[in-house]
């Protein structure tokens, strides 16, 4: 029931553009985004409630793909404090939320 | 807003004890989460809390786990006869229902 992102790593230069996917298996109702640092918890990057939204902000935004049962989180123009490990998340019928196998990413200068 | 506050930060003890966690949310919000984290991995839903009501378990919470919100506040989540397995991270987030979540820095256990 985990959602499965793409790819599981990425290595970026600075500047560079970044796409990460996440599909399910499962309808999904929302999805959100979220970051992790190592040894911090995630923080919250964006959630996507409809599908065909779209939402962004600074140089990060994602979209929603309801039919699909997908979502992509965009970064562009990367910056260093971009790198981590990126979490899609989401509620099943079950209403227990699960988190995407994750993406690590590392912006290199 | 004082963020989600999780204690201990770190609990080490040996294999058999039972072990106690306390998670404070952010005051307003209702739902409260339990999430339990290995290294490289992303974090893995434990249960979660609609202010005091426990609405959901996944299997991954054997009997010897047990979380309560007894006034829809804080909550404990309750480890019986630690086992090697059990050593994670253990994280708890907050959300204004179907809201983005607020997690604390999580408690780190280590089991001898």
């Not at chain 1, 959602?3 to 290595?11: D, E, L, R, T, Y």
């Not at chain 2, 989540?77 to 607020?102: F, K, N, V, W």
Request: charged share 20%.
């Amino acid at each position: 029931q985990q959602p499965v992102q793409s790819p599981q790593a990425v290595i970026l230069r600075e500047g560079e553009d970044a796409v990460i996917n996440c599909s399910s298996s499962k309808a999904l109702y929302s999805v959100h985004w979220y970051r992790q640092k190592h040894g911090e918890a995630p923080i919250f990057l964006m959630i996507l409630l409809k599908g065909g939204e779209q939402k962004g902000h600074d140089k990060i935004s994602a979209s929603f793909n309801e039919k699909k049962q997908q979502s992509s989180l965009y970064l562009t123009a990367s910056q260093l404090s971009y790198s981590g490990t990126y979490f899609c998340g989401a509620i099943n019928t079950g209403n227990q939320f699960y988190f995407g196998t994750g993406t690590s990413l590392t912006v290199i200068p | 807003d004082t963020g989600v506050s999780q204690n201990p930060r770190h609990k080490i003890t040996k294999r058999g004890q039972n072990v106690t966690f306390r998670c404070d949310p952010i005051s307003e919000h209702n739902r409260l989460y339990w999430y339990r984290q290995t290294l490289g991995q992303g974090p893995e839903f434990l249960t979660y809390f609609q202010n005091e009501a426990q609405l959901e378990k996944s299997r991954l919470l054997s009997d010897r786990f047990s979380a309560e919100r007894p006034k829809g506040s804080f909550s404990t989540l309750e480890i019986q006869r630690t086992e090697q397995g059990d050593s994670a991270m253990y994280l708890c987030a907050s959300s204004p229902d179907l809201q983005p979540q607020h997690f604390g820095d999580g408690t780190r256990l280590s089991i001898l």
